[in-house]
């Protein structure tokens, strides 16, 4: 795949969570909310400021993000389904 973002646009691949609850529920696919959890795939060069400068993005590839429940836009990429969203919908990095 060959994908950039522009500006300080980020995408991002959902992480699957797991099936089963901590006390050994297994929860069906209709009761499973989509994953507010993913992993950074590509970023853009970052936004410019007022000043014309460019402004560094704080996430970069490979990061694992949580970000929120209705974030983004979603896109299907060479059969894959991603989210395309901005850096600011990303509440922060989990590591």
């Known amino acids: 795949m060959k994908f950039r ?5 980020v995408l ?13 529920i297994i929860i ?8 507010m959890e993913g992993e950074v795939l590509a970023v853009g060069a970052g936004a410019r400021g007022e000043d014309g400068k460019l402004i ?3 996430v970069k590839p490979g990061d694992r993000i ?6 983004g836009t979603e896109v299907k990429i060479d059969g894959e389904e991603l989210l ?6 990303i509440m922060g990095i989990i590591g």
Do not use: C, N
């Open 12 to 24: 991002v691949k959902r992480v699957e969570q797991e099936q089963k609850t901590t006390g050994g």
């Open 84 to 89: 395309i969203m901005k850096e600011s919908d």
């Open 28 to 35: 069906p696919d209709t009761a499973k909310e989509k994953p």
């Open 5 to 9: 973002p522009l500006h300080d646009r």
């Open 56 to 58: 560094a993005m704080d």
């Open 66 to 71: 949580l970000f929120g429940k209705w974030s």
